[in-house]
């Protein structure tokens, strides 16, 4: 049985989801070169309160999905998700474009929460009737390459932002995977 299970956001979550948002330092580990920016939670740094979020969630919904991974233990938000539609609405430049992005709440990191919330991920971008998806990482985040690997992702190549600097590891995965 799962220990999480991917919800979307709503304002009976606002004060968890400020939580969550609370516990990113400002050196987290990033694919953008942007440091205000969660994976998985895009765009709630250019917010001040979880409310006005909520709404943007809401006006995008033709373009992004994002999910909480919500462990029902204890009602604790433990990561984010958010499923890109289309390629070519995550960023400027279509090479680090990714369909899904992800963070775990830092507490709650090294539990398998990210390996779960992926295998979880996949399956709503089936629903959406993708077979396959792209997702990027940074070269460096070992946690988030061993996530995709484990989750049956294809190693593609490493390309480098001139503008960012940085160095991303991109993959292709099946939705169809059945991953223990």
Same mark, same amino acid.
């Given at each position: 049985?799962?220990?999480?299970?991917?919800?979307?956001?709503?304002?009976?979550?606002?004060?968890?989801?400020?939580?969550?948002?609370?516990?990113?330092?400002?050196?987290?580990?990033?694919?953008?070169?942007?440091?205000?920016?969660?994976?998985?939670?895009?765009?709630?740094?250019?917010?001040?309160?979880?409310?006005?979020?909520?709404?943007?969630? *809401?006006?995008?919904?033709?373009? $992004?999905?994002?999910?909480? %991974? !919500?462990?029902?233990?204890?009602?604790? /938000? &433990?990561?984010?998700?958010?499923?890109?539609?289309?390629?070519?609405?995550?960023?400027?430049?279509?090479?680090?474009?990714?369909?899904?992005?992800?963070?775990?709440?830092?507490?709650?990191?090294?539990?398998?929460?990210?390996? *779960?919330?992926?295998?979880?991920? $996949?399956?709503?971008?089936? %629903? !959406?009737?993708?077979?396959?998806?792209? /997702? &990027?990482?940074?070269?460096?985040?070992?946690?988030?390459?061993?996530?995709?690997?484990?989750?049956?992702?294809?190693?593609?190549?490493?390309?480098?932002?001139?503008?960012?600097?940085?160095?991303?590891?991109?993959?292709?995965?099946?939705?169809?995977?059945?991953?223990?």
């Amino acid at each position: 049985m799962s220990e999480i299970k991917l919800i979307k956001p709503s304002i009976e979550y606002a004060q968890k989801i400020e939580a969550y948002r609370a516990e990113f330092p400002a050196e987290r580990e990033r694919v953008t070169y942007d440091p205000s920016r969660i994976p998985g939670m895009d765009y709630l740094e250019k917010y001040d309160n979880v409310l006005d979020w909520l709404q943007f969630c *809401e006006n995008m919904s033709d373009k $992004l999905t994002w999910y909480m %991974a !919500f462990r029902e233990s204890d009602s604790k /938000i &433990v990561g984010f998700i958010v499923f890109r539609h289309k390629l070519e609405y995550d960023d400027d430049d279509i090479e680090f474009a990714s369909n899904l992005g992800y963070s775990v709440c830092p507490s709650e990191r090294g539990k398998g929460y990210a390996k *779960e919330q992926l295998q979880l991920g $996949l399956q709503k971008a089936k %629903a !959406f009737g993708f077979d396959n998806v792209r /997702i &990027v990482c940074r070269d460096t985040n070992i946690g988030s390459n061993k996530t995709i690997l484990a989750n049956g992702g294809v190693y593609i190549d490493t390309i480098h932002g001139e503008e960012s600097g940085l160095n991303v590891n991109r993959y292709d995965l099946q939705t169809d995977m059945n991953i223990n």
